[in-house]
C-alpha cells in the first residue's frame, strides 16, 4: 500500500526555449546525459551542450554495471539498454590464451552479466554488455523526451562566471564560430578528461597519470565460426607479435583491440595486429577507426566549486580495468542530481550539495586504484567486483549514523552482503513471486520511509514538512530481516535509494524523531 504523504510540485511543460535555466550540464556522454535525465524528469530545466555534431560514434566503454542498471531501470531504460546488448548467458567473463584461436590458458567466470539469476541475487536486474556507442543514442532520446530539457549539439563551453547566485555560460557555435549566452542556477561539467569546466576553476588532479600508452583498433571481421566453444566477454591475448585485450564492441558485430600504442598506426599495421591476436593469418579485417589514448588513475581534488560541479572524467579517471570509469560516472551524476533537485525546488538549502563530495570523491579514490589492480592483473580481477559495485557506503550529513557496525565480508572487493546500516544502498527483495516488483522500484523521486506498521508511521510522515516523502506500508516480513527492523521499526530511504536513518523499533515520538532526522539529512 502506498500513501502520498506529500506531493512534489511539478514544472510546467515548456513552450518555450529559456535563456535560463535551473541547471546547465556541459557534455553528452553517458554521464552528463544520465545526469540531464535524472534533472529533467524532476521537472527542472536542462540545457546539455556538447561540442560535437552528435553523441559518440566510437563503442568506447562497454560494461554497464550492476549498480547502473539499478539507475537505468528506475528510469525505464532496462529493456531498451538489453535489446541493443550482447547476450551474455553462459558466456564466461574472461579466455587466456595466446590467441582468440589458440588453446585456453585460463577462463574466469562471473555472475554479474547472466540474465538468468538465482533467487538470491542481490538486485532485480543485471549488468549489460552494452557499447557506448548504442548507450547514448537511448540516453540521448530519453533526454529529448523530457519537456523541460534541451539538448544542444555543435556548442562548446568557452567561458563561465559564477556570480554567487547564478552562472552566467558563454557558448560557441562550433561549426560557424558565433556566440551566445545563457544562465544557469548550477553547471555541471561532465566534459571528459580534460574537462574546460574543471580547467576554468584551476582545480588539480591527484593520483597516476601516463600509466600506459594504449592504441584501441575498433574492425569488423566475421569471427563467429572461430568462437565456437570459446564465446567470452573479453580476451587476455599474448604472443610473439601482440599482446593486449580483444572484446566484442557490445551486439554490433564489431570488435575492439586494445594494445600498447606503438609508432606505426597506419592501416596494414593494424590489420597485422588484429590478425595476430586472433591467430588467422588470412582473415579478413576491416578496420573502422583507430585512437590512441593514455590510461590514467586519478581524481580531481575537488569535486565543486561555488555552483559549479564536476562529473564523469572530469572529476575522476580509472584505468580500464574493472570496468569502474564509465559506472562511477553515472553513479555521481544520479547522487548529484536529487541534492540539486531539493535545492532548487525548495525543500533543502545549498549546503546539502556538499555532501556530493563528501560521498563521491572517496569512492572515486576506492575504484580509480581497484582499477589499477585489475590492469596490473590483467583483468582476471575485473570479474569479481560487486563488494564494491553494490557495496561502497557513504558517510556524511546526508546520513543519520545508527551505531551499528559494516557488513564484515571476507572480499570486500568481490563479495556483497547486503545490508541496511545507514550509508549503504537499501536491499533488493522481490514483492512477488513472478520476480517484477523490487523493493529498488519503490525509489527514485522522493524519500521513502519503508515500515511494516503504517498506523504508527503514518501521522508521523504528513506531519512531515519540507522534504517530499512517501510511506511504504507492506508487509513486515517482507525486509523485518533484511533491512534489521522489527514490525513497528522503520527505514528512511533517500530518493537515490541509499539508506538515510533506520529505527529498528518504534521511537517513543515517530513524528519529531523523523521530523528532526529530515531536518539534520538535509542539512
Not at 521537472?43 to 549498480?67: D, I, K, Q, Y
Not at 539507475?71 to 567473463?93: H, N
Not at 538465482?118 to 538486485?123: E, H, K, L, N, V
Not at 564489431?254 to 595476430?276: I, M, Y
Amino acid at each position: 500500500m502506498t500513501d502520498g504523504v506529500h506531493q512534489r510540485s511539478r514544472v510546467p511543460t515548456l513552450t518555450f526555449v529559456p535563456v535560463t535555466f535551473d541547471v546547465v550540464v556541459v557534455g553528452a556522454g553517458p554521464v552528463g546525459l544520465t545526469a540531464a535525465l535524472l534533472l529533467g524528469r524532476q521537472g527542472l530545466t536542462v540545457l546539455v551542450v556538447e561540442r560535437r555534431g552528435g553523441t559518440s560514434v566510437h563503442p568506447r566503454a562497454t560494461g554497464v554495471n550492476v549498480r547502473s542498471m539499478e539507475i537505468f531501470r528506475a528510469l525505464g531504460l532496462e529493456r531498451a539498454i538489453a535489446e541493443v546488448s550482447l547476450v551474455a548467458d553462459g558466456v564466461p567473463f574472461l579466455l587466456v590464451g595466446e590467441s582468440l584461436v589458440a588453446p585456453v590458458r585460463a577462463t574466469v567466470e562471473s555472475a554479474q552479466y547472466r540474465s538468468s539469476t538465482p533467487p538470491d541475487w542481490p538486485s532485480p536486474t543485471r549488468a549489460l554488455w552494452c557499447a557506448q556507442d548504442q548507450l547514448d543514442p537511448l540516453l540521448r532520446d530519453a533526454v529529448a523526451g523530457q519537456p523541460t530539457a534541451r539538448l544542444r549539439f555543435g556548442a562548446e563551453l568557452v567561458h563561465f562566471t559564477d556570480h554567487g547566485d547564478r552562472v552566467t555560460v558563454h557558448l560557441r557555435d562550433t561549426a560557424g564560430g558565433g556566440t551566445d549566452t545563457v544562465e544557469a542556477d548550477y553547471l555541471i561539467g561532465a566534459d571528459g578528461p580534460r574537462s574546460t569546466v574543471r580547467s576554468l576553476l584551476g582545480i588539480g588532479v591527484t593520483g597516476r597519470e601516463a600509466i600506459l600508452d594504449e592504441l584501441s583498433i575498433l574492425f569488423r571481421a566475421d569471427l563467429d565460426p572461430l568462437l565456437d566453444g570459446r564465446r567470452f566477454l573479453l580476451y587476455r591475448l599474448e604472443n610473439s607479435r601482440v599482446r593486449g585485450v580483444l572484446r566484442p564492441a557490445g551486439a554490433s558485430g564489431r570488435w575492439f583491440l586494445g594494445t600498447p600504442a606503438q609508432g606505426d598506426t597506419s592501416v596494414a599495421r593494424c590489420v597485422e595486429l588484429v590478425r595476430a591476436a586472433v591467430g588467422r593469418p588470412e582473415i579478413e579485417v576491416e578496420i573502422l577507426a583507430t585512437g590512441s589514448w593514455q590510461a590514467a588513475a586519478v581524481v580531481a581534488d575537488e569535486f565543486s566549486r561555488g555552483r559549479v560541479f564536476l562529473c564523469g572524467d572530469a572529476a575522476h579517471q580509472h584505468t580500464p580495468g574493472g570496468g569502474f570509469g564509465m559506472n562511477a560516472g553515472i553513479q555521481g551524476a544520479h547522487n548529484l542530481a536529487w541534492k540539486l533537485s531539493g535545492v532548487l525546488h525548495g525543500w533543502a538549502p545549498p549546503p546539502l550539495l556538499d555532501t556530493y563530495q563528501a560521498e563521491r570523491q572517496p569512492v572515486a579514490r576506492l575504484t580509480t586504484q581497484l582499477s589499477v589492480d585489475a590492469l596490473q592483473a590483467g583483468g582476471t580481477r575485473s570479474a569479481r567486483t560487486l563488494g564494491v559495485v553494490l557495496g561502497a557506503g557513504y558517510d556524511s550529513r546526508a546520513v543519520l549514523p545508527d551505531g551499528t557496525p559494516a557488513p564484515e565480508v571476507a572480499d570486500p572487493v568481490a563479495d556483497y552482503r547486503p545490508s541496511a546500516r545507514p550509508g549503504q544502498r537499501a536491499p533488493h527483495a522481490w514483492f512477488d513471486d513472478a520476480r517484477t516488483a523490487s523493493t529498488l522500484d519503490l525509489f527514485g523521486d522522493d524519500f521513502v520511509l519503508l515500515t511494516g506498521d503504517g498506523r504508527t508511521w503514518r501521522s508521523a510522515a504528513i506531519a512531515t514538512a519540507g522534504a517530499p516523502i512517501r510511506l511504504e506500508d507492506h508487509d513486515p516480513a517482507t525486509w523485518a530481516q533484511l533491512y534489521g527492523v522489527d514490525p513497528h521499526g522503520a527505514v528512511l530511504v533517500r530518493p537515490d535509494g541509499y539508506v538515510a536513518a533506520r529505527w529498528p523499533t518504534a521511537p517513543a515520538q515517530p513524528g519529531t524523531t523523523l521530523r528532526e532526522a529530515l531536518r539534520t539529512l538535509t542539512g
